[in-house]
């Protein structure tokens, strides 16, 4: 498995880096012939990076984007589960006050929500067993 892959599931779950997961995953993504999966990934990163800095337009605009990405994508991607992340980010954008979708509120705002944690499900066992202990190379 690609190390960019294995530093973006680290700072995706581990670290919640989401910027760092764009550089990662941009990085594979141009190396890799552009898959439109990847590129839902790093877009639902992003999204998550705005949506905790309170830029809640610029989350849910990348969220849609991401989504469209994401939805064709069978359940199981580079050992990955799609539909579970997707659940997910649609619970957390469920949660933000409907009315904040086109606003940019504090990241403290955005705190008192108490938004549930988005995790990668990893299902291959043999990327989870290369994630067991991971970090990132310096």
Known sequence: MDER?????YFFNVEKNYFECHEFGES???DTGRPE????????AVCLYHLENGNIRGGYS???R???YLLPV???YMGIDVN??????NEVFYRVPHGWRDKVVSSNEVAE????????HIMDPELMRQMDGFSPSE
Do not use: C, H, N
């Open 62 to 64: 990348m969220w849609l």
């Open 74 to 76: 069978k359940p199981e």
């Open 37 to 44: 999966a990847l590129k839902g990934m790093i877009q639902a």
């Open 84 to 89: 579970s992340l997707i659940d997910q980010i």
């Open 5 to 9: 892959w294995l530093t973006y599931l």
């Open 113 to 120: 929500l108490r938004l549930p944690e988005v995790f990668v």
């Open 28 to 30: 594979l993504w141009l």
């Open 66 to 68: 991401a989504r469209q």
